[in-house]
């Protein structure tokens, strides 16, 4: 199955990868608020814990094999982050010290998540910073090393008030250390279509680089890519953000219980936020036309569709037909999608113009949807609303040149 990103040029691909990246990091900014609304705050962190610690080890482990660049040490660890939607570039400014193959620092220059979080107040600030990145930086190292420690040389609460930079932490990869324990929801996730997923490999005769096995670079100049390997990126990173839910949504289902409704009303909430936010920035960040044409290709290069290896979809000049796939037997984003549940695509319409609107018919696995003009604008939803609180729904992406790190 040929990759829908494949029609984009090199250019565009660069632009969208980071704002892919970006994106897989706000659907926690939509999917926490309705968590802290069901089962309070305390709940809501372990539900963050337990979909990144079930899903990075995985989506890594994938993204150091399509770019070669496995390996068991600091400079592998340290890769994975750059590439990993739990840390997309500048609004999680990450910044690397190697000292050797086996230690290494990062500190955060900007910490998008932290000013998202510093407003509600120190409890929320001590959740992120203490309660979820303890387990969810030793999962992530999992996937490298899993005789790594990653340990805070200093977080949040900011003391001083206003502190930079926000964050500084420690890497140290030694035999001597115990191994971080499996996760058991790993496995549950891994039997997942998504993670079994098979995209198209990288030519590499395309012009550009076709991995990453070279050198650590402190900001991954993503235009260096071949387009070939721009375009497996953003496939491996649209399935990070299905895997990534596939956790949340066993995290969600084991609070909810028997309660069926709470969880898909919870997951399908979620998705409407994201999807708006999602479709905004695709829209702004390609320049893309507006009117139907404008939704139509939003709409082709959403996550909420992407890769095409899982989500089967036919484009056509003025509609687009979802058909049963792999992502539907996952019960995937896809699969909260219908004729009678249409907000999602209603945000989308939406966030290409408020006065389109979607129009779907067929069945809850086989349905089409046609975006039409009207004369009245749409109010914004209410969840795509709550996920625009983050600072990355407007977050501005500025050009940096880019170094290779050597060793200190």
């Known amino acids: 199955m040929t990759s829908r990103y494949a029609a984009l040029s090199r250019e565009e691909l660069a632009t969208l990868v980071p704002e892919l ?22 709940e809501m962190l372990q539900v963050a814990i337990e979909e990144w610690a079930a ?40 910044r690397y010290t190697v000292h050797d193959r086996w230690h290494g620092e990062f500190h955060l220059d900007h910490c998008g998540a932290l000013l998202d979080v510093e407003p509600m107040g120190e409890d929320y600030v001590h959740g992120m910073c203490h309660d979820i990145e303890d387990p969810t930086f030793d999962a992530t190292a999992l996937a490298t090393n899993r ?3 990653v340990r805070p040389i200093h977080r949040p609460p900011r003391v001083p008030s206003g502190r930079k930079p926000h964050c500084a932490w420690t890497v140290i990869i030694d035999e001597s250390y115990p191994e971080v324990p499996f996760i058991p929801a790993m496995d549950v996730v891994a039997a997942s279509h998504a993670h079994s997923c098979e995209l198209d490999p990288i030519d590499p005769n395309d012009d550009g680089a076709a991995d990453y096995s070279g050198d650590l670079l402190a900001d991954v100049d993503f235009g260096a890519f071949s387009h070939s ?16 839910v596939l956790a949340f949504t066993l995290a969600v289902r084991k609070r909810a219980g ?36 404008g939704a139509l290709r939003v709409l082709e290069l959403h996550p909420l569709l ?13 509609s687009l037909h979802v058909r049963k796939s792999p992502a539907y037997e996952d019960g995937s984003w896809i699969s909260l999608c219908s004729p009678v549940n249409d907000k999602p695509l209603q945000a989308i319409a939406a966030a290409v113009d408020p006065h389109l609107r979607a129009e779907l018919t067929g069945t809850q696995s086989d349905w089409t949807v046609r975006f039409v003009e009207t ?4 109010k914004e939803l209410g969840e795509v609303a709550v996920t625009k609180f983050s600072g990355g729904a407007s977050w501005v992406f500025e050009d940096r040149k880019s170094l290779p790190l050597t060793v200190v």
């Open 21 to 42: 990246l970006l994106i897989g990091q706000l659907i926690d900014r939509s999917g926490m608020a309705h968590c802290i609304s069901a089962w309070g705050r305390d």
């Open 55 to 94: 899903s990075s080890p995985l989506y890594t482990r994938r993204m150091q094999k399509a770019l070669k660049y496995e390996g068991v040490d600091i400079f592998t660890l340290f890769k994975g982050l750059q590439l990993d939607i739990g840390a997309p570039p500048q609004f999680m400014d990450f």
């Open 147 to 149: 005789k790594a420690q």
């Open 229 to 244: 390997a721009l375009v497996r990126i953003a496939d491996e990173v649209c399935l990070q953000m299905h895997l990534l």
């Open 258 to 293: 028997t309660d069926a409704a709470l969880e898909e009303s919870i997951r399908y909430k979620q998705l409407i936020g994201i999807a708006g936010v999602a479709a905004e920035r695709i829209h702004r960040a390609l320049r893309l036309p507006g009117g139907v044409k």
């Open 306 to 318: 992407n890769p095409a290896a899982y989500v089967s979809a036919d484009v056509a000049a003025d």
């Open 375 to 378: 004369d009245t604008p749409a």
